[in-house]
């Protein structure tokens, strides 16, 4: 071969480009061979799958409840295994145990106009759902992602699962007289129970429970014993810890000599009621005490309201140290405030995780209270609805999301069907 000069090529120069050309040809099959390995890496991760238990103990509990519904629509072998119970009580318990803002909730009844709602409310906005029309009139209680309501006038109960759309109706007990609600779960027997007193403030304290149990779906009657007396007390649970509910007298001044806020519990494990060591306003100078549920506990929250007007109040916080025993006693923790407080305007409720104070009153749009930065926040597209300080003060409870279901349940569509459900339209707005 002819050199580019038109002089022969030495041997050097002949063997120079014989190197060349092995090098180019070694370049491309390099090259053919990288693109083969990363065509077969592609190839292999597409078709790469995760280990099926850890799908299932690890990703599939972290998602919301909206997720595992989109989740459940892939396949039948998805829908059957997040449809399961232990999968369900799995999911809820991470729910639970989890921190994040998007667990921690409020719900609150409200009414607009002509039509019941709830408010489920984070710490930064609110969504509003209308309610079920023949159970509406009464919010006693939230205990795991289940919303119990009552009507007194159709006189019939209401469980309700907003987070999977579905609900249980159910009458009341075949008996006459004055109704207050609760709501429990016995963690013995995983049992959710409806609870219904037989009471009328005009003749008698109430002398028998009427308990439903969601397992059995059946009503059962509980005596009170004679040597418990308990006062006047709300209709609805003033919060609920646990599964466990807790009623205190209504909410008011206490100023009369001698008055105490008596407080009772139902233990749901043992159908037993008990009234908790009294609350002794005099005793801590305050004249204003209820309970909330701060971090799964029992908190009472005390303070002063000035006879003349709201003012800018401290909120004593305090613990029962035994409430099993009739000898505990309630003990101050910390303080938080000063917060502007007045007879329209109170501290409800509690963010379960993070102890923040929802601050509500008739007409305001919904605020809490941050302990950590001693600021009182508001919650967008919130408003508190103009109601009596003692119904708008009870129907507020915790909220979680979950997938529970109760026997008897069946889809809101089903009830629509049915035509018990057509006046009202039923919608969740961005529900988490």
Excluded at 287 to 296: G, L
Aim: glycine share 6%.
């Amino acid at each position: 071969m002819a050199s580019t000069s038109g002089k022969p090529e030495t041997p050097y120069e002949r063997k120079s480009e014989m190197r060349q050309t092995v090098d180019n040809q070694a370049g491309a099959a390099d090259s053919s061979d990288h693109q083969a390995r990363k065509k077969t890496r592609m190839v292999e991760l597409k078709n790469a799958t995760l280990p099926e238990e850890l799908i299932q103990s690890e990703i599939f509990p972290r998602l919301a409840a909206k997720y595992i519904l989109r989740c459940r629509l892939v396949c039948k072998s998805w829908n059957s295994l997040l449809s399961t119970p232990a999968f369900v009580n799995s999911h809820l318990t991470y729910q639970l145990h989890n921190n994040s803002d998007e667990n921690d909730r409020i719900i609150a009844r409200t009414m607009y106009g002509f039509y019941e709602q709830v408010d489920i409310n984070s710490h930064t906005d609110s969504i509003r759902v209308r309610t079920v029309p023949c159970a509406s009139n009464t919010l006693f209680g939230s205990i795991d992602g289940l919303i119990a309501m009552v009507s007194t006038q159709g006189k019939r109960l209401c469980l309700w699962n907003l987070a999977i759309g579905q609900i249980k109706l159910f009458d009341f007990p075949p008996l006459d007289g004055h109704y207050a609600g609760g709501f429990c779960w016995d963690h013995v027997h995983n049992d959710y129970k409806v609870l219904m007193f037989c009471y009328d403030p005009m003749l008698s304290p109430a002398r028998r429970i009427c308990m439903y149990s969601t397992n059995s779906a059946t009503w059962a009657s509980l005596c009170i014993p004679q040597n418990l007396v308990f006062p006047s007390m709300s209709p609805c649970p003033s919060t609920i810890v646990k599964g466990t509910p807790y009623w205190t007298t209504y909410l008011k001044p206490l100023t009369l000599p001698g008055q105490k806020c008596s407080i009772l519990k139902f233990v749901p494990e043992i159908n037993e009621l008990r009234i908790l060591p009294d609350f002794d306003p005099l005793k801590f100078r305050v004249n204003i005490f209820d309970i909330a549920n701060i971090k799964d506990c029992l908190v009472g929250m005390a303070y002063k309201l000035n006879e003349h007007g709201g003012t800018n109040t401290m909120v004593d916080m305090y613990c029962l140290d035994d409430e099993d025993s009739n000898s505990g006693i309630w003990s101050k923790m910390y303080s938080i405030g000063p917060v502007y407080l007045d007879s329209h305007q109170w501290p409800s409720q509690a963010f379960r995780n993070g102890g923040e104070i929802l601050i509500r009153g008739p007409s305001d749009p919904f605020a809490f209270y941050d302990p950590e930065t001693k600021e009182i926040k508001r919650i967008a597209g919130t408003t508190s609805p103009s109601t009596s300080l003692t119904d708008l003060g009870r129907q507020c409870y915790s909220y979680t999301p979950s997938l529970v279901r109760v026997r008897g349940m069946e889809s809101l569509q089903n009830f629509s069907t049915k035509g018990e459900l057509k006046p009202v339209a039923f919608f969740t707005r961005n529900f988490p």
